[in-house]
């Protein structure tokens, strides 16, 4: 599809809008990372500010693991047993800080949860055992994990395809061709559907209407006879088991983690982008919110490979326009360059205030709320209405 | 070696040193921190921009230092100048503040309180990006420029000053004064003047000062100004401060540590602000002076910094000095 339209003649047009592979990758793990925090956010209605502790332990679980820091975990264990024991791990911690946490609500939530992450983030930037430079964070050397992360079913190598950013395995079934990237995208999908349809499974069971009832009213939930505070902690288990898959994804495919992209709080925030944009309250929204997200920050990235805005103003503009003067001695190009050069963050933040003030139901539920229910059912009968 | 640290740490030369270094961390906390507890308490907004307004107060601070103090040695006319732009932050800063409440925060009055966080953090994301093209168009950073504007401040303040056995940095006592101003001069807006009992009563129930004829969406905004200015101020105070100085990353050191003051003292409240101000500071100066002597952990400051906080919450939920269910927030 990509291929098919950079070589059509928009193809310049087309490498600069679209999302490279690599970067859909990232779409994948990290929109599920944001589909766990709306999960928990956008269907009991308590701010997590602190989820990035599960991103963040998932992502250092499987990173030690693999550098066999870990005890009774040698550095050969299969990756998907490591994601999934780093999920059991996030769910345990979520219990334990959930215990504490549930019992306050709104701000008071969103700050100790803040703060637990917090106190976790310094941690694991002071602590010596992870690497040697802990501040950097740990990285997966090629010594000890020579291809890449397998996913697929332990035992059976023959169902096992490597994922990775420079290194994972390569595919040529008859016609198909696909490069190490294009596999990482395909099997961090598939992980990233499995959980996506597990979460989209609980909201639809009864479960999962007690969490609406509890971000719709809950006195009221309590009243009819649940009792919330194990719902609660029930769902921010889930979350953050399932916030641990999408760390372990994203370490398995970088090979590495530091602080700073794991359990910063910054992290959570960027969750919170995701689901505002895309949508809270609605499952698949945050996934669609982290495409937009990634897209703006491509298209205003700096470096040419993948295509954006800057490189094709560059191209294109005759230069008559780029040395014409705009203001005080400013140039298009010198404008161009200081507005446009990886200064995604602004417009991102511009367009999550707007989408704050103005669609507080972000994409997918604005969309949701035009046809009158899930998109998947609706679509086709409006389809239907527009046949001849 | 931990029990000779003890026996160090709690000889008295120590202790004082550590007293006053804590205090003069805590003056900058309460300052940075009263501005978000009064916006709260009357608003009911956490401001996760806060940070950013005293990150651009550090930066305008020291702008404006640099460029009038300039070849005046005087430690007089410096000083002079400080407090001129004390002023010209604080205008500035308040009416930045003043402006994003009636073009932004205004909107939202009517919707579930967790909205005005999430528009007050994306606010913080776009403040923080135009201040760093700024920064980077002008190339002012990581340029010696703002290396000059600590070095603004008067001379006399350089260098520590020993009071008998102890060496104590004028800085610190600066600040500790500063602060103590500051916190005194809200008490006294908030307790003695017509206006600070508008403010109260606006906190305890809105609607119903609403009703007295008050013009309430005012009485917000100059909140929400005067809070952003005291947050600028803050800020000019730390350009001067080599531990902190005008920086981007100046927003979230300051914004979380804040948050920890005002939560840890019961959100809104004047009295436990300060205490907590306090508190925190001098757990920021123990665990410093122990990381400096001791222990090697290099986290150990912040991280017994949101212990304090987590701890504080488990304890007792409502902060130190905050009622159970403030404003039903």
Sequence with gaps: MYAALASSPIGAEARTLLPKVETMVAVFYFGLFAMSFDFIFGYTGYLSFGHAIFYGTGAYFVVLVANGKLPLLPAGTPFVVSILLAGVLAAVIAVLVGSVSFRLSGVYFAMITLGFSQVAYVFIRGWGYVSENPRDGAAVSTATHPSGFDIGIPGVDALNLAIGQLTGDSVAVGMVALNGTEVSYYMVGLVVLVCYFAMQRLIHSPFGKVMLAIRENEERTEAVGYEP?????????????????AGGLFAGFRRSVAPENSMYFLVTGDALLSSIIGGFGTLAGPLYGRLFDETVRE??????????????????????????????????????????NGHASLYIGLVFVL?????????????????????????????????? | MFVDAFGQFLRPETLLNVFIDGLSKAAIYAMIALGLTLVFALLGVLNFAHGSLTMIGAYLGGLLMVVFVGGTTGGLQRLVVFFVAVVVVFALVASLGGLVEVGLIRELYDRPP???????????????????????????????????????????????????PIAVSPLSLFQILIGAITVAAVWVFLTRTRYGMIVRAGSEDDEMTAALGIDVHRVFTVVFAIGSGIAGVAGLLLAWDPVWGASLPLAHETLLPAFVVVIVGGLGTFRGTVVAAVLVGMVDATMTWWFQNAITFTGLPEMMIFLVLVVTLIVRPQGLFGVAEVGDH
């Design chain 1, 229 to 245: 505070f194990r719902f609660k902690l029930a769902a921010f288990a889930i979350s953050g088991f399932f916030a641990a898959i």
């Design chain 2, 114 to 164: 967790i909205y005005q966080i999430l528009l007050t953090f994306g606010l913080a994301l776009v403040l923080d990006e135009l201040v760093r093209i700024v920064v980077t168009f002008y190339g002012l950073q990581p340029v010696a420029d703002w290396q000059d504007a600590l070095g603004t401040k008067p001379a006399f303040m350089a260098d520590a000053l020993s009071l008998g």
């Design chain 1, 355 to 388: 989408f704050v003030l103005y669609v507080p139901a972000g994409l997918l539920g604005t969309l949701r709320a035009r046809f009158d229910g899930p998109l998947a059912k609706r679509v086709p009968d409006y389809l239907d209405r527009l046949r001849p």
């Design chain 1, 299 to 340: 298209f205003l990235s700096k470096s040419g490979a993948g295509g954006g805005l800057l490189p094709y103003l560059r191209d294109h503009l005759p230069a008559s326009v780029m040395e014409s003067v705009v203001y005080n001695g400013l140039t298009v190009g010198e404008a161009i360059n200081t507005f446009l």
